[in-house]
């Protein structure tokens, strides 16, 4: 069975960068796809960004060059590190597992970023 468990959400001011950790636990392989989705208050939920097979990096428009992902499979965790964040970012940030035709989502962790 696989876990996913996020951390690294918080309160800051716009500018400002938060790293986000995912770290799995369970039957994870590098060439699963991995990867990071948010969902404002009242939206539904959407991709951040994503590794597809282990190797590329799929990533929503409105935060390309803003934030980066990364994994580290030896440690069985994916990164998000978020800089220049703004206000509309502001959301609960969701780590999400692809293995097979399973998806596995953590329970999310909050960013608020403030004007």
């Known amino acids: 069975q696989v876990q996913l468990v996020e951390s690294g959400g918080g309160l800051v001011q716009a500018g400002g960068s938060l790293r986000l950790s995912c770290v799995a636990s369970g039957s994870i392989f590098s060439s699963n796809d991995m990867g990071w989705y948010r969902q404002a208050p009242g939206k539904q939920r959407e991709l951040v960004a994503r590794?597809?097979?282990?190797?590329?990096?799929q990533t929503a428009d409105s935060v390309k060059g803003r934030f980066t992902i990364s994994r580290d499979n030896a440690k069985n965790t994916m990164y998000l590190q978020m800089n220049g964040l703004k206000p509309e970012d502001t959301a609960v940030y969701y780590c999400n597992l692809g293995l097979g035709a399973l998806n596995y989502w953590g329970k999310g962790t909050l960013v608020t970023v403030s004007s």
């Open positions: 590794i597809i097979s282990g190797t590329r990096v």
